[in-house]
């Protein structure tokens, strides 16, 4: 198997589905049930909690007992630009819609003269990614945010949909798919911003997905060289 600890029924879920799993929505964002414990040795169980209007309300509640908290002040900064600041039912991931958009991006306009328009566009995911303009955040916050992300992303990498071409119907080998992802983490992190100086914004970010990678996939590490051995002078 491709990933460590890979359930035997992944390919019965598509992409989006296994986006809806990681985080479980209320039937009612108006009904919210908080467990006691999820706040016991807080916030060690934080990113435990995949129903993210769960997670903001115990947030909430622990700020209301500790209303100096800098870094929960942050999370809740954080939490409402990665999932929006209204409790829906569900609440789409930011974070995976701009880093997906980073990548749509670069492979549609590599060979664009519209230059402005492309940094532009990268600049605005990156943004929405707080790797840009987020000076106010502590870089432990931050980094356990990306830690999450990174978590998310290569959960949604198991599905059968991602995992598949031709509407599904074939199937694709574990060294393309693992060759895949290691491409998606490089042209997000490293050649998309590379066309406008901002690697090293991104070199915090790159280091979560790499480590993750190579944590979730068996032979993480010997598939990650030898996706950049191929492709390092990009």
């Not at 460590?4 to 985080?23: G, M, P, Q, V």
């Not at 432990?140 to 959960?155: G, H, M, N, P, Q």
Request: aromatic share 10%; charged share 35%; glycine share 4%.
């Amino acid at each position: 198997m491709l990933f460590k600890n890979e359930k035997e029924n992944a390919h019965d879920h598509t992409f989006l589905d296994s986006i809806r799993e990681r985080f479980s929505p209320s039937p009612s964002a108006g009904t919210i049930e908080i467990k006691e414990e999820y706040l016991e040795d807080w916030p060690a169980h934080y990113y435990e909690i995949r129903d993210i209007n769960v997670r903001e309300a115990c947030l909430k509640k622990y700020l209301e007992k500790h209303p100096d908290s800098r870094a929960d002040k942050e999370r809740l900064e954080i939490l409402g630009r990665r999932f929006g600041r209204r409790a829906t039912a569900e609440r789409g991931d930011r974070f995976i819609k701009s880093y997906m958009m980073i990548l749509v991006s670069y492979q549609n306009n590599f060979h664009s003269f519209d230059i402005l328009k492309r940094e532009k566009e990268l600049r605005k995911g990156l943004k929405e990614l707080c790797v840009l303009d987020a000076d106010g955040f502590s870089e432990d916050i931050l980094r356990a945010e990306w830690e999450d992300f990174a978590d998310v992303y290569l959960s949604t990498c198991s599905s059968h949909s991602y995992r598949s071409t031709l509407f599904g119907i074939v199937t694709l080998k574990d060294e393309v798919v693992a060759d895949k992802i290691a491409s998606e983490i490089d042209t997000v992190t490293r050649l998309a911003p590379g066309q406008f100086n901002l690697e090293a914004e991104c070199s915090g970010l790159r280091e979560i997905l790499v480590k993750a990678y190579i944590s979730r996939l068996a032979n993480g590490e010997a598939c990650w060289n030898a996706y950049m051995s191929k492709h390092h002078d990009e």
